[in-house]
T-cell receptor, first 115, second 112 residues
Framework: GAVVSQHPSRVICKSGTSVKIECRSLDFQATTMFWYRQFPKQSLMLMAT?????????EQGVEKDKFLINHASLTLSTLTVTSAHPEDSSFYIC???????????FGEGSWLTVV | SQKIEQNSEALNIQEGKTATLTCNYT??????LQWYRQDPGRGPVFLLLIRENEKEKRKERLKVTFDTTLKQSLFHITASQPADSATYLCALDKGGYNKLIFGAGTRLAVHP
């Protein structure tokens, strides 16, 4: 089946620094990728929609200057958390929709801890 | 705005029994609804998709129903096994843009 890979799976960074998380579709092309964050025992919250070759669309309440999203190719989207704060510590998950069909495949998630 | 409600309480059942999980939504009926499984610390794994014109869909021991009148989907696992223990998430598209929004999930625990 389709595979979506996230890297890194875990990252610890210091407050004020920036950290980048990659999301790759390994065996299919994804014109659209999505970024979610999930706090413990809570649901996934959609942050933004990443479209290849164009600007990301952010959900209401999500700071676009803080969470930079780039979708440079049909198989790669990146999320950069800028000026990280301990409150940004969370589980970040990406998903990708194949160019055909409605099925969305998720990555394994990335744990971010800001100290 | 669309809201998705899943029973937040954990569902505990005995091995071999059928587990039934409920997903209710408000507002408009989505074109399709999906169910995912999520294990602790892992990303969701797609299980089943059911479209608005489908009443029921099956995949091995899984069965999903979709009642657009009641605005409800039921997810059944027959002959449940301890390995089925996980959190099950209901998701539907947000406004037809293929953006999924999720319910909070129901944690299922299958006891031997």
């Amino acid at each position: 089946g389709a595979v979506v890979s996230q890297h890194p799976s875990r990252v610890i960074c210091k407050s004020g620094t920036s950290v980048k998380i990659e999301c790759r579709s390994l065996d299919f092309q994804a014109t659209t990728m999505f970024w979610y964050r999930q706090f413990p025992k809570q649901s996934l919250m959609l942050m933004a929609t990443s479209n290849e070759g164009s600007k990301a669309t952010y959900e209401q309440g999500v700071e676009k200057d803080k969470f930079l999203i780039n979708h440079a190719s049909l198989t790669l989207s990146t999320l950069t958390v800028t000026s990280a704060h301990p409150e940004d510590s969370s589980f970040y998950i990406c998903s990708a929709r194949a160019s055909s069909g409605n099925t969305i495949y998720f990555g394994e998630g990335s744990w971010l801890t800001v100290v | 705005s669309q809201k998705i409600e899943q029973n937040s309480e954990a569902l505990n059942i005995q091995e071999g029994k059928t587990a039934t999980l409920t997903c209710n939504y408000t507002n408009y009926s989505p074109a399709y609804l999906q169910w995912y499984r999520q294990d602790p610390g892992r990303g969701p794994v797609f299980l089943l998709l059911i479209r608005e014109n489908e009443k029921e869909k099956r995949k091995e021991r899984l069965k999903v129903t979709f009642d657009t009148t009641l605005k409800q989907s039921l997810f059944h696992i027959t002959a449940s096994q301890p390995a089925d223990s996980a959190t099950y998430l209901c998701a539907l598209d947000k406004g037809g843009y293929n953006k999924l929004i999720f319910g909070a999930g129901t944690r299922l625990a299958v006891h031997p």
